[in-house]
Nanobody, 118 residues
Framework: QVQLVESGGGLVQAGGSLRLSCAAS????????LAWFRQAPGKEREFVAA????????NYADSVKGRFTISRDNAKNTVYLQMNSLKPEDTAVYYC???????????WGQGTQVTVSS
């Protein structure tokens, strides 16, 4: 059974930083891509960043490039999203997700709220 559990959300002022964590279990990690998505009130869910668990390759949405960094800790089965220079428009519920290429994201966490005040 696959489980993704996010943590680390909260309230931060603009310009501040937060680090989100996603503890994963039940996955064959070398086969998976782990990603972060976000959904702001009244908006569709959008892709933020992804990492290939085996080779460590990453990709980012243009809106977060240079500010956010996705990484993983193999020993802890955890993926992180370091968010720096946060903006009010980064306010959203952030979700961790997993997929086996070429399939879509089939596994999702419950989400963690990030609120950036101006």
């Amino acid at each position: 059974q696959v489980q993704l559990v996010e943590s680390g959300g909260g309230l931060v002022q603009a310009g501040g930083s937060l680090r989100l964590s996603c503890a994963a279990s039940g996955l064959t990690f070398s086969n998976y891509v782990l990603a972060w998505f976000r959904q702001a009130p009244g908006k569709e869910r959008e892709f933020v960043a992804a990492i290939n668990w085996y080779i460590g390759g990453t990709n980012y949405a243009d809106s977060v490039k240079g500010r956010f960094t996705i990484s993983r800790d193999n020993a802890k089965n955890t993926v992180y999203l370091q968010m720096n220079s946060l903006k009010p428009e980064d306010t959203a519920v952030y979700y961790c997700a997993a997929r086996v290429p070429p399939h879509n994201y089939d596994y999702w966490g419950q989400g963690t709220q990030v609120t950036v005040s101006s």
